[in-house]
């Protein structure tokens, strides 16, 4: 909520349709292929920087592979990120031990938090609608039976929501 200065991400991976990524997935890499929020490609950390950002809550610092960390600073802007590992396929990656990436995080939060009046928060405008691509058509077509949802391929349903709050409660029942 609006009580945080600043948000930070762990451990993000690419979105699905990212060619780079280490084992890129978008939330479910069981269910879901792409999903986008009014037309623009997200993933994990964009949806969720749109989160914080409704609360006016600035991301400063992302840490992940190389692909994660570009994706959201493509939508988020130049936030601190520390690269845990560069892809070198979806299952291979130069990876760094665990205490290096440790030795990494603190002072690039530091150095987020020291930037944080210069990031702003990212914060799509509302109404906000949101289509679901899924591997399968069947969750398609069965959502597409209930009064909120739009199915807009074979393989698609799109909502709307007045902001990013009341979408992440029907997201999370759509994607899992």
Known sequence: DQTFDAAVFIGYHASTSNVTGVRAHTFS???LTKVTLNGVEMSEGSWN???AGHFNVPVVMASGDDAAIAEIRKLVGNIEGVETKQSLGFHSALTLTPQAVQAMIGPAVKAGLARRASLPPYKPQGP???EVTFKHYLPAEVLAYLPMFERSSAHSVRFRAKDMTADEG?????AY
Not at 170 to 174: A, G, P
């Open 29 to 31: 890499s069981a269910t």
């Open 128 to 130: 906000i609608v949101v």
């Open 170 to 174: 029907w997201f999370w029942l759509v």
């Open 49 to 51: 920087a749109a989160i």
